[in-house]
């Protein structure tokens, strides 16, 4: 099953990276996010409205456990799925998995006017950027501890980043 997983904080450029990676290996390619949106007829932000965190990782777990299941794909997870292990032992067991790394000020400066993203939502940029550590502080080991590949997209543009991860595939995948 030679599946591509992108995990990582949010907007550390998953999806960016994964439409075109999966373009240029033709895989077909898909963002948790989006399919959990698709499935709901809802917006992340309106299912963590009405259901809570909790209600969005169930779906978010049914989601990821239907996506492994397919082949040859380029999967953009949600920022969040490793929080559940047995998440990640599907993403662990079923594909090689690219965890995505950056700074928190990158962070910071990629989701300033971030509407979207739930638990973002705040009063300052101070709470902002302390949500993110707490977070990263949290999920980084998760993170790390399924990566079969680690890359800091902090200084790299989109197609770079899609060039040091072709080359890091090479071998498997071309
Ligand atoms: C989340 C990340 C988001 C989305 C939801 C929760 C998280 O996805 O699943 O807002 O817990 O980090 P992205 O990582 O694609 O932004």
Redesign the pocket.
């Known amino acids: 099953m030679n599946n591509i997983f992108l995990i990582?904080?949010?907007?550390?450029g998953?999806?960016s990276v994964g439409k075109i990676l999966a373009q240029k290996i033709g895989y077909e390619f898909f963002?948790?996010?989006q399919e959990?949106e698709k499935r709901c007829g809802a917006t992340?932000?309106t299912i963590?409205s009405l259901e809570g965190?909790s209600g969005?990782r169930k779906r978010?777990c049914d989601i990821i456990e239907h996506l492994t299941q397919k082949k040859n794909i380029v999967l953009?997870?949600?920022?969040?799925?490793i929080?559940n292990l047995h998440n990640r032992i599907l993403l662990k067991n079923r594909g090689t998995v690219f965890y995505l790394t950056t700074d928190i000020d990158t962070l910071m400066y990629r989701t300033t006017q971030d509407k979207?993203?739930?638990?973002?939502v705040c009063n300052t940029q101070q709470e902002q950027k302390q949500i993110l550590v707490n977070?990263y502080q949290h999920?980084h080991p998760l993170y790390t501890e399924i990566a079969d590949y680690i890359f800091d997209t902090s200084n790299f543009g989109v197609n770079n980043l899609v060039k040091q991860i072709l080359l890091s595939i090479n071998q498997t995948y071309i």
Not at 8 to 12: D, Q, T
Not at 76 to 81: E, Q
Request: hydrophobic share 40%; net charge negative.
């Open positions: 990582g904080m949010m907007a550390s998953k999806t963002d948790s996010d959990i992340v932000a963590f965190e969005f978010e953009a997870t949600g920022g969040g799925s929080l979207t993203r739930p638990l973002l977070l999920r």
